[in-house]
């Protein structure tokens, strides 16, 4: 019996849930006394995962997995899960994770919790709590079957350090026929995505305009973090869909948002809510967001933005 | 073309959540329902094929009567034909394993359905749809055009998009992108009589087994209050966020 985690990579490099991934199943692993496994696929430099616990790397290299496609990379983890009589197969919360767990799922009979938070109730049968209705609620699910899959919440684990000494296994890729093809992968280079950053910068339609954004742009510069807007802001344009954070849009759970000229509607909440600490700025102090946020500034964001940006500067110097 | 959506009919998203049975129900009192938004972009797209591409565009969900209201919205925006499989499901595999007993016997060359649904998020169904079935999968689809049986679709990813191809048959998990919020389309008066016209079938529900349960339902912890910072202070905000947050 095992426990097989599915870790991601990024330009050649393991990603941090993949980390995150490896701090959760050992935490698992241990009291049942059983082996964590990893796959990954198409990578060269296997060792950062050694500090995380895991006893058994398998590791795929293909050309043609260079691009990740779901139904295969489903289909080889699923032979390896059933190779290894894993029981539980956990994944991050990623937009590819969740198009293949389900995949997974079916070809390995296992029953599948999403946007799973914390460790497990208990192991057999399976109890989680998951977030549901955009993250308004938790819900305590059971899952009674041969194999689960766990998705979990991204940044819902701490990442904690713990050297083994990794087998690491090659393993040949079964690849099938198939129509589906990748053609193009566009990836805006240099930026941290919305999923990945810890830190978010958003900014809504107090911002009155698109020529504006360079305020967002210069904060989430200076902080290393990803760019977000509300729904409107990406409806009218002003920034691509790709952006748009909420219920409706993308999920968002860094350790810091900051919400600049966004009004704090119920939608918008919705799809943040489970970032650990919020900053809101905001002329209105009657703005609803107030009541969600961890700290405040009532102000204009052309003034207090460029003065935020100053001061960061001059922390970061300071350092 | 044969076209399948599959819809949700889900709490509106002003909705306040709240649960009853002691929190082993979620509590209707009071909750408006809509089309799961994700679905509605997926419907407005089949209904596109529709109009220039002569497809014949089915609507499908698996709940109980209170869900028809939003099956006979699907038909007012255009939908040809509505299926009610007739079920109060446990988990997004019974919805799949109901929904893949249906279009074994209607061959459907492309099924829609959100990438997610806004209650339960479980972004099950579409992918474990296509497994049963065995047809290609496609979700966060942003784009998407048939050509005969060829399909060229894009998918957003984490910090960018992909474009894939692909031949029918296929499932698609739809989301904003593949039509815009302007392109949504609200039912008129001649739609909304046509709808009453058309057919609304419900059919059995076929043996499925349940992976997962739902025992308890919680909200989250109430939060503390919110730290105000005077905004002529702002290395008060800094040192805040440093210091007691730890955040930067
Ligand atoms: C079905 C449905 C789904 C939805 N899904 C989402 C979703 O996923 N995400 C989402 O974001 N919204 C969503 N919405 C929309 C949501 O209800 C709000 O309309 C939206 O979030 C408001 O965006 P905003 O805060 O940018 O704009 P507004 O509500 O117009 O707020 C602008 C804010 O900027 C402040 N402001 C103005 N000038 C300044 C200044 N100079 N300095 C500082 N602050 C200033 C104002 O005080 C105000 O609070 C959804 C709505 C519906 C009906």
């Known amino acids: 019996m095992s426990i097989l985690i599915f870790t991601e990579t990024e330009n050649g490099k393991f990603k941090k849930s993949a980390f995150e991934l490896a701090s959760y199943g050992r935490a698992i692993a241990d009291p049942l006394g059983v082996e964590l496994m990893a796959v990954c696929f198409n990578i060269q430099d296997t060792s950062p995962l050694e500090s995380y616990g895991v006893d058994r790397l398998i590791q795929i290299s293909d050309p043609s997995l260079e691009n990740f496609t779901a139904h295969q990379y489903a289909a080889n983890m699923a032979e390896i899960a059933q190779t290894h009589d894993a029981k539980l197969v956990i994944l991050s919360s990623s937009a590819n994770a969740k198009y293949l767990a389900p995949l997974l799922a079916v070809s390995l009979s296992a029953g599948y919790a999403s946007n799973v938070v914390g460790l497990p109730e208990s192991i057999e049968p399976l109890r989680v709590k998951r977030s549901c209705f955009t993250n308004k609620a938790f819900n305590l699910s059971t899952l009674d079957n041969k194999v689960n899959i766990i998705g979990l919440s991204n940044n819902s684990y701490p990442v904690s350090e713990n050297p083994k000494e990794m087998v690491v296994e090659q393993k040949k890729a079964i690849l099938s026929e198939t129509s589906f093809k990748v053609e193009k992968v566009e990836k805006a280079s240099g930026q941290v995505s919305i999923a990945d950053a810890d830190i978010v910068v958003s900014g809504g339609r107090g911002l009155k305009g698109p020529e504006n954004w360079h305020l967002i742009e210069d904060l989430a510069s200076t902080l290393g973090a990803a760019t977000a807007c509300s729904k409107p802001v990406s409806d009218m344009g002003w920034r691509p869909h790709s952006e748009h954070v909420g219920q409706t849009g993308k999920p968002v759970a860094s350790n810091l948002y900051i919400a600049i000229g966004v009004s704090g509607a119920i939608q918008h909440l919705a799809g943040i809510n489970s970032s650990k600490v919020k900053v809101v700025i905001n002329n209105d102090p009657e703005a609803p967001f107030f009541k969600a946020a961890d700290y405040g500034v009532v102000g204009d964001a052309f003034e207090v933005v460029p003065e935020l940006i100053k001061k960061l500067k001059a922390f970061k110097y300071n350092e | ?248």
């Open chain 2, 1 to 248: 073309m044969k076209i399948l959506v599959c819809v949700s009919h889900v709490p509106d998203t002003t909705s306040k959540i709240n649960f009853v049975d002691d929190d082993t129900a979620f509590d209707k009192n009071g909750v408006q329902f809509i089309i799961n938004p994700n679905d509605e972009f997926g419907l407005t797209r089949a209904i596109w094929f529709q109009q220039k591409q002569g497809a014949e565009v089915t609507v499908i969900t698996v709940g109980d009567p209170s869900c028809e209201p939003t099956l006979r919205k699907c038909l007012a925006i255009g939908a040809d034909r509505a299926f009610r499989i007739d079920l109060s499901p446990t988990d997004g595999f019974q919805v799949a394993q109901q929904l893949s007993a249906h279009c074994k016997d209607e061959n459907y060359d492309l099924i829609i359905a959100g990438r997610e649904s806004i209650d339960y998020n479980g972004a099950m169904v579409p992918g474990m749809l296509s497994a049963l079935l065995g047809y290609s999968f496609l979700t966060n689809c942003m784009a998407l055009e048939i050509e005969g049986r060829s399909v060229k679709a894009s998918r957003e990813i984490d910090g960018g998009i992909e474009s894939v191809s692909c031949d029918l048959p296929l499932v698609v998990g739809a989301q904003k992108g593949l039509v815009e919020e302007k392109d949504l389309i609200i039912p008129n008066m001649r739609g909304i009589m046509q709808a009453r016209q058309k057919s609304l079938t419900v059919v059995p529900a076929v043996d499925s087994s349940i992976q997962s349960s739902i025992s308890k339902f919680e909200k989250p912890a109430p939060k503390g209050a919110v730290k105000m910072v005077d905004a002529n202070q702002i290395d008060q905000l800094i040192d805040l966020l440093h210091n007691e947050a730890k955040v930067i």
